[in-house]
């Protein structure tokens, strides 16, 4: 069975930073990583994505300021959010895509940027 668990949400005052950690059990391998956003009466969105060799994409909005990581050892990926803003605040969701295209989802990790 495969689980996704995230961790290092939390409260940050703006221009703060923090650190998300997304750990997989159960999936031996995965080609695309993730994290998505989603705060109240939104949808959900992409934030950053990186491929197996490292390629990296990024919402505008994450532009400069998160930076997205795997280990593929450790079967992880990470998001470093720094300089936060008060519209990041949303809950994360990593995202793992097996080779059969399947996605897996983690349950998510409150972010909340207030003074």
């Known amino acids: 069975q495969v689980q996704l668990v995230e961790s290092g949400g939390g409260l940050v005052q703006p221009g703060g930073s923090l650190r998300l950690s997304c750990a997989a059990s159960?999936?031996?391998?995965?080609?695309?990583r993730g994290w998505y956003r989603q705060a109240p009466g939104k949808q959900r969105e992409l934030v950053a994505s990186i491929s197996t060799s490292g390629l990296t994409a990024y919402a505008d909005s994450a532009k400069g300021r998160f930076t997205i990581s795997r280990d593929n050892a450790k079967n992880t990926v990470d998001l470093q959010m720094n300089n936060l803003k008060v519209e990041d605040t949303a809950v994360y969701y990593c995202?793992?895509?097996?080779?059969?295209?399947?996605?897996?989802w983690g349950q998510g990790t409150q972010v909340t940027v207030s003074l």
């Open positions: 159960g999936i031996a391998f995965s080609i695309n």
């Open positions: 995202r793992f895509q097996a080779p059969s295209r399947t996605d897996f």
